[in-house]
């Protein structure tokens, strides 16, 4: 048995792109054993993978904003000690920042990652026994699955393959019938799109049948769903969900339309038809990549029409 630990700890999105490793590593290396560390709010994501064996949360957000309680560094001790207690054959770093590679730096087993050029921190690559470059251009997804290739010496014959699936979970305050996912809700104001889009496409889909689900992480996002949902006919604002559970939303979702967040990608590797809206960003490195209807509309500093979001979401229900 192969046993190799992924260090991908962040963000959101960042984490959905590394699934495909997973899937890789399992198909070309039959008996691989796979463990992850990964941030804590994080740690559901791989686990809804099969190739996954384990999870090692960790909690470097936390930790920095607590850096002077002596709970932090009995966490952070916690956490070494697990990370120590298997030897692994290989431990690869696809972060490629300088938190990562100290995660990476303190497991045992050959650590891999980006060369000094191919790292989003070229300190980082100092920390690794063995480097490799991979192009910087290309997207993310595409960047994690090359590097792992390179690592273990497999050639990329198939298409991306996120390994998850939709889980079967009850959701008893969701409607009959079809659903579609509005994703309004991101950490920055510049990525969001404006409200009264939403409510024109949120009526529009209505009228087509379709009952809108607007999910919230945060009080205030909570309190635009809200404001959103009663402009909208028969539109439902859930409870505060779990990663599982908005996994089973989405899965289950005849269409996702979302702005750029960590949400999006989860539906686009589910094969949810995804409609991915940047306005302010650029989503050629990190947009909507997967196999099913996946489109990026709009880019920093110009954001989608309310007409081409339409007509977008119009020919995913087809």
Known sequence: MTDILLVKTSSLGDVIHNLPVATDLARHLPGVAIDWVVEESFSGIPRLHPAVRDTLPVAVRRWRENLFQPVTWQEIAAFRRRLQQRTYDTVLDSQGLIKSALITASAHGLRCGYDRA?????????????????????????????????????????????????????????????????????????????????????????????????????????????????????????PALALDQLAALLGKAAVTVGVDTGLTHLAAALRTPVVALYCASRPGLTGVHATGFARSLGEAGHPPSLNDVQATVEEALA
């Not at 993310?140 to 699936?165: C, K, M, Q, S, W």
């Not at 409607?175 to 409510?199: C, F, I, M, Y």
């Open 118 to 238: 191919s790292a989003r921190e070229p300190l980082a690559a100092r920390f690794y026994q063995r480097r490799y470059a991979v192009d910087r251009a290309l997207h993310a997804v595409e960047r994690n699955r090359l590097l792992a290739a390179a690592v273990f010496g497999y050639t990329l014959d198939t298409p991306v393959d996120y390994g998850i699936v939709t889980p079967e979970l009850s959701l008893p305050w969701l409607p009959a019938g079809r659903h579609a996912v509005l994703l309004h809700a991101t950490s920055r104001e510049d990525k969001q799109w404006r409200e009264e889009n939403w409510v024109a496409l949120g009526r529009w889909l209505t009228h087509q049948g379709i009952h809108c689900v607007l999910p919230w992480g945060s009080m205030s996002e909570k309190t635009r769903s809200d404001r959103l949902a009663a402009a909208i006919p028969d539109a439902v604002v859930p």
